[in-house]
């Protein structure tokens, strides 16, 4: 998405900006948090909204997480848009029952007749050196909620435009930023426009393999493509960007193109996304032209530690996409 | 059982013990209201036990697939704080919530209809007993995990604030939810910030099997209210109209921008948890001693007693209650079943 208005920011200035335009609009919508208000968030993401909103709508709070989730889901059931920030994805586990057993059930479980408008916006993943309990990717415990709906942005432009029709979404949409992603900078157009839910992209195209990824794992597959197109081999890298609802079409396009398919993400490999995403590939119409098995490329079944060369080895960094790309490449050749 | 009653003294946040709710102020109530909300409190608290009676026996009969709570014996709670509020006022509430739904003017077809799972049913069969909502009515609806609503609560309360709104909530739990992690974020989120929400703690005295006394060091759950900063009292949840007094005055407080207190109801459920329960962990004597104070009975005793009206007309309205319960249980089983061709329909919203 390019426009005349186009320049240069970062992914949590993207975010940032999204909130705010989205604040400008509809008096409706505030964040609630930890220290989001003079602190500016534990990462910086809501510096200078205070000053603009004033401290009902940039609501600091008490160190709170079930309370917090209650406080964004009964205003939201109220009909108001609460964008809730926890500060390390982590710390949803406090806030479970509010999401899992309200948020996301309130509307089926009473016949349809309330909806839930709330964005739970996660700082999540490891590389920061913050070890096991401020590291994780949580994001395939609410795909497994009916009710909930999950995104996870690669890239500024994607996090404005995806925030943005998150905010005007009307139901709980987890919302994961990861950490490593905030200083990346990108083109962003200025004005406000909504990436709809639900809508893949393909970020590279190529004709030998498809890998599919999110997150922090775009940006390293790209890298990967890269250096794999010096060795001949064209990489096609799909982003699925919203994890549910998912746009299925476009993933199993690329297989069909490529016949070859890695997955990649940096959550723990077992009972990951990717099992969910194979699985959706062999039942469909893809695996026909698959020439070789599907690969995942994942976290290793760990607990995210503290030291640095540890931590790496712990989630696929480029140089193992890379690897397992080119193996994949040449499999049954 | 003895019960002691307990205030706390804002000035000093202590708790005081006081000697039992007066019954002074129960006779000034009977003269200062309309005879018309006497007559609306003794119908829902007859609706409401007749609803539940009913509601047994067609469980007993096996017309019903899921399990139910049932609230017969606190009749008094419900009726009694919901009868203080105006009609735009909000609730939330618990599992055990056919009290609170029918004082709140649910219908008792619509209702029945929930229950037995059918699509006319308040949430179309798909939440059943324990989760009753009549979101334009105002109730907000019936959460299943204990402590889960308090927290949706103090959001619902932070969005009338935020919108200047007049209104305010009554969030309802059980003694067993005030030992969860969530009452004391909530309470202490809501007071922080004043939020127009009363906490009404549905003291039933039994978390399922265990007393309250075995979890807690503490007399009255209402003591935790100076923990937080705002007023706390326990009522006697027998006597309708101690409830009603203490619940309008934390309404006041809520609704002048003081923020919210804790309303302690002390009664006592006099059936089992769930369908389940086989009162293991209870006496006989402890529960026919508090049938004894049945609230009903003893709201009737009162009206005749001052005056307000007959014992005829006590027993019409008895009467009254229990015809619409039967007539409402009847209509409700002839409506049909939802389809599960829609099942999922409404999980997400357009």
């Known amino acids: 998405m390019s426009t005349d208005t186009t320049r240069e920011i970062t992914y949590l200035e993207a975010v940032r900006e999204a909130m705010v335009q989205e604040m400008r609009l509809d008096k409706e919508v505030f ?44 205003a939201a059931l109220m009909g108001m848009r609460p964008i809730m920030e926890v500060m390390f994805m982590d710390f949803l586990t406090i806030s479970m029952n509010q999401l899992v057993n309200q948020a996301a059930k309130m509307r089926f479980m009473f016949g349809g007749k309330c909806s839930i408008p709330m964005v739970i916006r996660a700082p999540s993943g490891s590389g920061t050196g913050a070890a096991a309990q401020h590291s994780q990717s949580l994001e395939a415990w609410f795909v497994n909620v009916p009710g909930i709906k999950v995104v996870a942005p690669s890239s500024p432009a994607d996090a404005k435009g995806l925030l943005i029709a998150a905010i005007r979404d009307n139901n709980p949409v987890l919302f994961m930023e990861h950490k490593l992603l905030y200083r990346m900078k990108g083109p962003v157009p200025e004005e406000t426009y ?23 794992m775009v940006p390293r597959a790209l890298e990967a493509a890269k250096k794999l197109a010096e060795e ?68 290793r079944d760990v607990p995210i530690p503290y030291n640095r060369t540890l931590e790496q080895s712990a989630v696929p960094q480029v140089e193992d996409i890379v690897k397992a790309a080119r193996a994949l490449a040449q499999e049954g050749r | 059982m003895n019960t002691e009653y307990c205030e706390v003294d804002m000035t000093v946040l202590k708790t005081k013990k006081i000697d039992k709710v007066a019954m002074p102020s129960s006779q000034r109530l009977l003269s200062e209201l309309p005879r018309e909300k006497l007559v609306w409190m003794l119908q829902r608290m007859c609706e409401i036990r007749y609803f539940e009676e009913k509601a047994e026996d067609l469980y007993v009969r096996g017309l019903v697939h899921g399990t139910m709570h049932l609230s017969i014996g606190q009749e008094a709670g419900s009726v009694g704080s919901i009868a203080t509020l105006r009609p735009e ?49 105002g109730n907000l609806g019936a959460t299943g995990v204990v402590g889960g609503g308090i927290p949706t609560a103090v959001g619902i309360a932070l969005a009338l604030q935020m919108r200047r709104s007049d209104q305010i909530l009554l969030s309802y739990f059980g003694d067993g939810a005030s ?17 127009p929400v009363v906490f009404i703690c549905d003291n039933n005295q039994y978390g399922m099997s265990m007393h309250r006394s075995k979890v807690m060091n503490i007399e009255n759950v209402s003591e935790r209210a100076a923990s937080y900063g705002i007023p706390g009292k326990t009522v006697d949840g027998n006597d309708v109209l101690a409830v009603y007094e203490a619940v309008l005055a934390a309404d006041e407080h ?22 389940s329960d086989r009162n293991l962990y209870r006496t006989h004597e402890e529960i026919d001693g508090w049938k004894q104070k049945c609230p009903i009975k003893r709201f009737k005793k009162v009206l005749v007693d001052a005056a307000v009206m007959t014992s005829d007309d006590v027993e019409d309205i008895d009467k009254t209650a229990k015809a619409a319960a039967d007539r409402a249980a009847e209509e409700a089983q002839t409506f049909p079943e939802p389809s599960p061709e829609n099942l999922e329909d409404e999980v997400y919203a357009l």
């Not at chain 1, 602190?39 to 909103?53: D, R, T």
């Not at chain 1, 839910?197 to 997150?215: F, H, N, P, W």
């Not at chain 1, 960007?241 to 959550?267: N, Y």
């Open chain 1, 31 to 74: 964040l609630i948090g930890e220290d989001i208000g003079t602190y500016g968030g534990a990462f910086g993401v809501s510096k200078g909204m205070l000053e603009e909103f004033g401290s009902e709508r940039i609501r600091d709070t008490p160190i709170s997480e079930a309370a917090i989730a209650g406080a964004a889901t009964g």
């Open chain 2, 179 to 195: 030992n969860e992690g969530e009452f004391h974020e909530s309470l202490n989120m809501a007071s922080t910030w004043k939020l």
């Open chain 1, 232 to 299: 001949g081999i064209e990489v096609e890298v799909v982003d699925p960007r919203c994890l549910k609802p998912l746009d299925t079409e476009t993933i199993i396009r690329s297989v069909c193109k490529t016949g070859r398919v890695l997955i990649a993400h940096e959550a723990p490999i077992t009972g990951g996304f990717g099992g969910e995403l194979a699985a959706v590939i062999a039942g469909s119409e893809a695996f026909d032209y698959l020439d070789a098995p599907i690969r995942r490329i994942a976290g």
């Open chain 2, 254 to 275: 809520a609704r002048s921008g003081q923020g919210p207190s804790l309303i302690d109801v002390l009664s006592y459920r006099w059936r089992g948890h769930s369908k």
């Open chain 2, 89 to 137: 006022d909000l609730i939330i509430h618990h599992h055990r919530g056919h009290g609170h739904t029918i004082a709140k003017g649910a219908s008792l077809t619509l209702m029945f209809a929930e229950f037995l799972g059918r699509e006319a049913g308040y949430c179309r069969g798909r939440g059943g007993s324990m989760h009753i909502a009549d979101i334009p009515g």
């Open chain 1, 194 to 216: 909504c990436i709809p839910l639900k809508s893949a992209e393909v970020k590279r195209e190529g004709r030998d393999l498809t890998i599919v990824a999110y997150s922090i």
